[in-house]
């Protein structure tokens, strides 16, 4: 590390700390050459995948973006914005974790889809309504239908255990 002081590189480390959230550390340094203290700051670099959109632009992941559609969709429904926000949050560290550079909208989509499908059909039709860029009610009735089968083929499920 630079001194930012005199611009030696030859210093030691006096201190270190882990910040309060447990995402940083923070170094005081000494300079070998001048004597001087100074404050550094280390954490983990955050690298998210880039975006492929339908139209095959791509752009930097945005947790915002997300959090936008989902928390539209789930407006006036029982859905805490704590069970958004973790999901939210699992969603990106399995980005994260897949060490993949880029990932496909539609990726993204479905597995919102499924997730607000599992708490809450409204807002699962209202949420599929944009992402499947519904036309006419008739797209509206389809999903509708699909849902209701889905939702009879888990009660048939959970009769039979």
Not at 22 to 45: H, L, N, P, S
Not at 46 to 64: M, N
Not at 113 to 124: I, N, P, Q, R, T
Request: glycine share 4%; with cysteine.
């Amino acid at each position: 590390m630079k001194c930012p002081y005199c611009g030696s590189f030859n210093n030691k480390v006096v201190d270190s700390r882990l910040s309060r959230e447990g995402i940083m550390i923070r170094r005081r340094r000494e300079c070998d050459a001048c004597q001087r203290r100074f404050t550094t700051y280390e954490k983990v670099e955050e690298i998210h995948p880039v975006v492929i959109k339908k139209d095959g632009r791509r752009e930097p992941f945005q947790r915002e973006k997300i959090a936008e559609g989902i928390q539209l969709a789930c407006q006036k429904r029982p859905i805490s914005v704590e069970a958004i926000e973790e999901f939210i949050d699992l969603l990106e560290q399995s980005f994260q974790d897949s060490g993949r550079k880029e990932i496909a909208t539609s990726e993204i989509g479905e597995r919102v889809m499924a997730k607000l499908h599992e708490w809450d059909d409204v807002a699962y039709v209202r949420f599929a309504s944009v992402y499947r860029q519904f036309k006419d009610p008739g797209d509206f009735v389809q999903e509708l239908k699909e849902l209701l089968e889905s939702r009879k083929k888990k009660e048939t499920k959970k009769k039979k255990k």
